[in-house]
């Protein structure tokens, strides 16, 4: 016989599904505190726990001890094989990051320009949270856990474009993007200028979608996209200057000293 403890765990499960994928958390990324969903659903944390251990046995969480929840299991994976994975095969390649920032350029600008004229006071609060999370998580140094959130502000922005077309297409291309943003904050990192000046454009990203700004806003996504390019271009360019003077015979290397 049923129990109706089993009913409302089966219920948990299917909203916390539903919290996955409308957040558009993918392999990798950590859900919120037991304490936290328990707070957002209204239910006990030991409901929040019972359905967790559910999603683990099925393979859509996995749970470290003392670390958290994290997704394993993308639950819309067409798009995954298809669109993604065999770009994301080509990420060391300078030229590939090239077409996924000018990619991004042509999806980002008019996410931005839409969700400054159409974000609602959810939304907003919701990027507020986004970039604040960014924020904080920038001071403790983890490239991996800032380049997560930078690229879940980004899908914030598209969410609040309410253009479902576009938010659709950047659900599909989210772990591409979290690649790209990754790849690109962990060359940028080591320099607290390049970092204050993502924050800087960010910010102005997100203060020209609060106030309903479009032409701002899509701007602010431009300018901020141009210097990820330029100063990743510059960075690529420098590395393949260090490697080729590294590989110089010795005897080379001497005369161009003298």
């Known amino acids: 016989m049923e129990k109706p403890s089993d009913k409302l765990s089966d219920l948990l499960v299917r909203r916390l599904q539903t919290l996955i994928r409308e957040r558009s958390l993918t392999a990798g990324m950590r859900l919120p505190s037991e304490r936290k969903l328990a707070a957002e659903l209204q239910v006990s944390r030991a ?30 994976p067409w798009s995954q094989r298809v669109i993604v994975e065999p770009l994301l095969a080509q990420m060391d390649n300078p030229g590939y990051r090239s077409d996924i920032l000018e990619a991004r350029h042509t999806l980002e600008a008019g996410t931005a320009w839409h969700a400054a004229l159409r974000a609602t006071a959810e939304d907003k609060q919701r990027l507020q949270y986004c970039f604040d999370a960014m924020c904080e998580l920038q001071e403790g140094g983890d490239a991996g856990l800032v380049a997560q959130a930078d690229a879940r502000f980004h899908l914030m922005i598209a969410e609040a474009s309410h253009n479902a077309v576009l938010l659709q297409t950047m659900r599909g291309l989210f772990d591409l993007l979290h690649s790209s943003v990754l790849q690109s904050r962990q060359q940028m990192f080591s320099s607290e200028d390049i970092v204050s000046q993502l924050s800087e454009q960010h910010l102005h990203l997100l203060q020209a979608i609060l106030r309903g700004d479009a032409e701002a806003a899509r701007n602010a996504a431009n300018c901020h996209l141009s210097f990820v390019h330029r100063t990743t271009q510059q960075l690529d360019e420098d590395y393949a200057r260090q490697l080729r003077v590294i590989r110089l015979p010795d005897s080379l290397l001497q005369s161009t000293e003298n």
């Open 47 to 76: 409901s929040v726990r019972e359905a967790l251990q559910k999603l683990n046995s099925a393979g859509v969480v996995t749970t470290h001890r003392g670390g958290g929840t994290y997704v394993c299991k993308a639950l819309s």
